[in-house]
């Protein structure tokens, strides 16, 4: 019988967790020889995921009877593996080499720079945000805004792109910078506009960012005490920008090859479309315009053209 991929990883991890009990039962000199010989019998993922956690764990300490020095001993190893791993296999092992380094100043700051240095031709944008969410939580905002900045540059949601598991990155990413000032903002959203072609995340985006002033997010009794960024200044007028083109290729994409069935949500489309055109001053006359080149240029679908005149005018 043919075993299949998932079985046999399966099975090599069992291996690994068994090796690490064995040496856990022989004591810490066995502990530290798997570690200090981890490239020779185990992957990167292999010894962050499981050596170097179970190494760390309060059951190994509590087994093992290790003193606080024993256990300091014993946690610097593993933080080293962790390190080296993270080194080889930043994909995998990043966010697992920050988590073991946490209690230790400079191994966590080692972990971080490992990040930064693998993040433009190393990491994935759903790996670094993935990373920069867990800097948020951990309470070091600028960080993880630093992270989300470079996933930003390894992101490409196209025009069509609406349900992609990206978006909640983004619009994280985008809270985030909101919330620290008008700077950080005012930073984040050319790469928005360079990465993001989707019009509803856009439109989604503009709206959040003319809610609350930037670095006020979560102050009560503020907002009207506090002017509000101008959609006509930057940073948010190049959003408001990109939003309505995105709007204008989006429009004409979907009518290249639009069937009678999606009418109805063409239709729906077009509405949201005038939302975001009418937060610009002169919105009105660019949306009219808008229409008016659709109802010339796609003439010959009649029955879609009539039901544009009918909501539109």
């Known amino acids: 019988m043919?075993?299949?991929?998932?079985?046999?990883?399966?099975?090599?991890?069992?291996?690994?967790?068994?090796l690490v009990t064995c040496a856990t039962e022989l004591g810490v000199p066995a502990l530290d020889s798997i570690m200090q010989?981890?490239?020779?019998?185990?992957?990167?993922?292999?010894?962050?995921?499981?050596?170097?956690?179970?190494?760390?764990?309060?059951?190994?300490?509590?087994?093992?009877?290790?003193?606080?020095?024993?256990?300091?001993k014993l946690a610097g190893s593993a933080r080293t593996?962790?390190?080296?791993?993270?080194?080889?296999?930043?994909?995998?092992?990043a966010l697992s080499a920050l988590t073991l380094c946490e209690k230790d100043?400079?191994?966590?700051?080692?972990?971080?720079?490992?990040?930064?240095?693998a993040a433009t031709t190393g990491m994935s944008s759903s790996q670094l945000f993935t990373v920069a969410r867990y800097m948020e939580h951990r309470?070091?905002?600028?960080?993880?805004?630093?992270?989300?900045t470079l996933a930003m540059t390894h992101l490409n949601l196209s025009y069509n792109q609406d349900t992609h598991p990206a978006i909640n990155d983004v619009l994280w990413a985008c809270a985030l910078s909101h919330s620290l000032g008008k700077n950080e903002l005012a930073a984040i959203i050319p790469l928005v506009v360079k990465s993001v072609k989707c019009a509803t995340v856009l439109s989604d985006i503009l709206r959040r960012c003319t809610l609350t002033t930037p670095g006020m997010v979560g102050l009560q009794g503020r907002r009207n005490s506090v002017k509000l960024m101008s959609?006509?200044?930057?940073?948010?007028r190049?959003?408001?920008?990109?939003?309505?083109?995105?709007y204008i290729n989006t429009t004409h994409s979907r009518l290249t090859h639009i069937s009678p069935r999606h009418y109805g949500e063409f239709i729906d489309f077009l509405s949201k479309a005038r939302e975001t055109f009418l937060m610009s001053h002169d919105g009105q006359i660019q949306f009219t315009q808008f229409i008016d080149n659709l109802k010339q240029?796609?003439?010959g679908k009649k029955k879609l053209m009539m039901l544009v005149r009918e909501r539109f005018g």
């Open 105 to 117: 100043c400079i191994a966590f700051e080692t972990a971080y720079q490992i990040v930064l240095d």
């Open 238 to 246: 190049q959003l408001l920008d990109a939003t309505i083109g995105a």
């Open 139 to 148: 309470g070091y905002p600028m960080r993880a805004y630093k992270l989300a």
């Open 297 to 299: 240029i796609y003439k």
């Open 2 to 18: 043919r075993m299949t991929l998932s079985t046999l990883n399966w099975q090599r991890r069992e291996m690994v967790r068994w």
């Open 37 to 72: 010989n981890w490239f020779t019998l185990f992957t990167p993922t292999e010894a962050t995921s499981i050596v170097a956690t179970t190494v760390m764990s309060n059951s190994t300490i509590v087994h093992l009877h290790l003193d606080c020095l024993q256990q300091e």
């Open 81 to 93: 593996l962790a390190l080296q791993c993270a080194m080889k296999d930043p994909q995998n092992c």
């Open 231 to 236: 959609l006509d200044k930057a940073p948010l």
